[in-house]
């Protein structure tokens, strides 16, 4: 395998997406890298933006630019390296937007799939559909029959299915960034029993060169970052029927979410985060994990039901959340969704009749934000979590519950070998999910 070869002629579908953009930045940077190493002017590099939206792809060629310029400006002495003779006279300045341009020009924005003819390789990062993964990758290999690299960037779906359904005979695998990609170092890496050898090490080349981390999963719907996440949305789902039995459905919902990211101390609660994600999101993964997961039933008729409502997540061109469970101001929560009135329940009502239900807290309780950069961390965490065990309230109960289910979760990926060890499970949940520890830990043991 020749790295370098492999990114001469590269496209990026759905290079207009939360994903394929920071997909996009991550390979324009390394293929600019390695045009400026080979230091050969005639050397012909081509980077495909492709989306079917055009409009998409004018917002991401700005974004790119941007981004660019500040890759350009943090990493200046690497950028002087590149360059030699007259080029080294220019000012910083200068210089960082003669890379811009280099970089810039390097991408060709396109919207057919016809214009993917001689590509080496195709990072694809489209909505997750088996259909339209399988359609567009099925394309791609009848122009280049039996030489295409493919990596997907799916959340969920057996990389082996789409190689099957696509014909592509091993040459692909499941890279599946963490969102932002540009920032975020994880990279969870998912070969199929037929992934080729020389693309194993080709993606193991350009992760290290990226400088990210990459933690393996086996090919089981869902893999260990959504096989976790969607397992505890749909904890928190449960518990949250079981309490609109006695209380209102937003005060049930605005309970659990306080439970898992205050009592928790994670970035934040379950249902703000399937927001995060989407609800129309989450519902796809769900689907794809209950297709293939036998044994369990992994769907949810109350998202399903917030979705018809049109409740859906996800965020807006300008990057702002859009409501769901909640509804959002100022990047704030301000209300809870109530289906049945088919309106948002202002917070403010609801947040003392929570406090009320969840009785005593411990005396200390470490705030995510804080906890992160604390020295002491881990023997803070620990000491809080014995007071919450030793809690006898419903909050406090509540959220050992919810710490020991996560803790099952996390413990059956392994045995289920869809991760390889405790550690990679609490790898993805720290650096994907930015959780302040692992949930195999020794917090929340059996009683
Ligand atoms: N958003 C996340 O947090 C996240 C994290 C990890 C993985 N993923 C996965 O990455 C993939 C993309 O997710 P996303 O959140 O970026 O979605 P997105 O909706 O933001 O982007 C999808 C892009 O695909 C484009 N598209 C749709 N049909 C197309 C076609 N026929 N040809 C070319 N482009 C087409 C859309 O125009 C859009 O720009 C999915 O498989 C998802 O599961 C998402």
Known sequence: MDYENQ????????????MGSGILLLTAIEMAKIKFQQD??????ILYAMDVSEEGLQGVMKYIEKQVRKSGERNLEQVKGYYTGDDLNMSDEELVEKYVSDVTKLIKPVTHLESLRNVDTVFEAVSENIGLKVKLLAEIENYNPGRVWYFTNTSSIPIGELDKAAGLYGRIIGFHFYNPPAIQKLVEVIESEDTVSGLKDFAQQFIER?????????????FI???????????????????????????????????????????????QLIDYVGIDVVSLIMNVMNDRIKEETISSPLLDKLMELGAKGGQNPDGSQKNGFFRYEGGKITG?????????????????????KFGLTPSYMPKWKEIIKDPEKDKKLEDYFVELSETDSPGAILAMEYGRNSKEIAEKLVSDKVALSDKDVNTILKRGFFHAYGP?????NKL
């Not at 990114?7 to 939360?18: D, E, N, S, T």
């Not at 400088?211 to 090919?219: E, S």
């Not at 195999?440 to 929340?444: A, G, L, M, R, V």
Request: proline share 5%; no cysteine; charged share 25%.
């Open 7 to 18: 990114f001469k002629k590269v496209a990026v579908l759905g290079a207009a997406g939360k």
């Open 40 to 45: 050969d002017p005639d050397i012909d590099l």
């Open 210 to 222: 990226m400088g990210k981390i990459k933690v393996p999963a086996n090919d089981i719907a869902g």
């Open 225 to 271: 970052g959504n096989g976790h996440f969607i397992r505890d949305s749909l904890f928190g789902i449960k518990q949250v029927e079981k309490l609109s039995e006695e209380l209102s459905f937003p005060l049930a919902v605005y309970m659990v979410n306080n439970i898992t990211s205050m009592f928790l101390v994670r970035p934040m609660g379950i249902f």
């Open 336 to 356: 809870v969704y109530d289906h049945e009135s088919r309106s948002y329940i202002p917070v403010a009502g609801l947040k003392e009749k929570a406090y009320e």
């Open 440 to 444: 195999i830990n020794n917090y929340f």
